[in-house]
């Protein structure tokens, strides 16, 4: 399969609607490139992040997802073939340039989506040999395909940021599309192997916003033993755009980012229950 060379792969932000780069790939190359993860489908590189990890950080936006979150604000990264097929050697030296000041900076490489973890072979691939590199690696995922990595390579990744929705089963499945279960599974995982894990929670008011609910999560965390921080994320309109360019019915068109009262009022539910959150 070629690798792609007419995107370029950096973008300036996650934020650029990007669409039908790896369309002419034949399927048989895709299921090839899934099953041996020696080439992934990026959406794109960005440099600088401050936000997707400890310190200073290259990123790099995978597609595919089968969540379907109602607040997503990439909805661009869902579908595979939206993202450009890219090597996985080409992806490491694509981080190896930015190695020695990512060290630096205390920062590394954070490897996000979309969902990562639809393309766990190419996940571990690149985030193993940017381990090797000595540099600092993070995975952002919802955790439902965490069952398909290894223990050597969960080792391989210095911290989870692992998205949780919501606490209540049937609110999530009306959230997401799916279950929480594997979430929390891969949490526990992780817990067992003492993985560090960053929790992230969206705060969206009228549809994540129920204190019981968030202390749910909050319980649940703080019993893991592993969960270093929780950042409670305000919900934003900026991904708007893309649900209308690309036809989707968006219906959170009415909806207010949290005010600084409660997203304070929710890290305190995390602060209750022993966690650091911001
Ligand atoms: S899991 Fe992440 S990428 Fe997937 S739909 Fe939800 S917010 Fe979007």
């Known amino acids: 399969m070629p690798d792609a060379q007419m995107t370029p792969l950096e ?4 934020f650029e609607l990007r669409v039908d780069l790896g369309k002419g790939v034949p399927e048989t ?49 869902w579908t595979l073939s939206n993202g450009q097929p890219v090597a996985v050697a080409r992806a490491a030296e694509e981080v190896r340039k930015y190695g020695h000041g990512l060290k630096v900076m205390k920062g590394g490489f954070t490897l996000s989506g979309g969902e990562p973890l639809m393309q766990h072979r190419f996940a571990a691939k690149l985030v193993g040999a940017v381990h090797a590199m000595g540099i600092h690696t993070v995975i952002e995922t919802n955790g439902y395909n965490g069952e398909h990595l290894t223990d050597a390579e969960l080792d ?11 606490w ?37 008011p009228g549809l994540t916003d129920d204190m019981a609910d968030i202390a749910g999560i909050a319980r649940f965390a703080a019993k893991l033993g592993n969960v270093e921080r929780v950042e409670v994320l305000p919900f934003h309109q900026m991904g708007r755009f893309k649900w209308e360019r690309l036809g989707l019915a968006y219906t959170l068109a009415a909806t207010e980012p949290p005010t ?16 650091k959150a911001f």
């Open 168 to 204: 209540d089963p049937e609110r999530h499945r009306q959230l997401t599309g799916m279950d929480l279960g594997h979430t929390l599974a891969f949490a526990e995982r992780l817990a067992a192997r003492r993985r560090p894990i960053w929790v992230r929670f969206v705060l969206v």
């Open 260 to 275: 600084t009262e409660l997203c304070e009022q929710a890290c305190e539910v995390f602060r209750r229950e022993g966690l």
């Open 29 to 77: 190359d895709v299921r090839s490139a899934l099953r041996t993860g020696d080439m992934g489908f990026l959406h794109s590189f960005t440099t600088g992040s401050a936000v997707d990890g400890p310190g200073i950080r290259v990123v790099a936006w995978t597609t595919g997802c089968m969540w379907r979150c109602r607040y997503c604000h990439n909805p661009d990264t």
């Open 156 to 166: 391989g990744i210095d911290l989870v940021m692992l998205g949780i929705k919501t």
């Open 11 to 14: 973008a300036k932000s996650p």
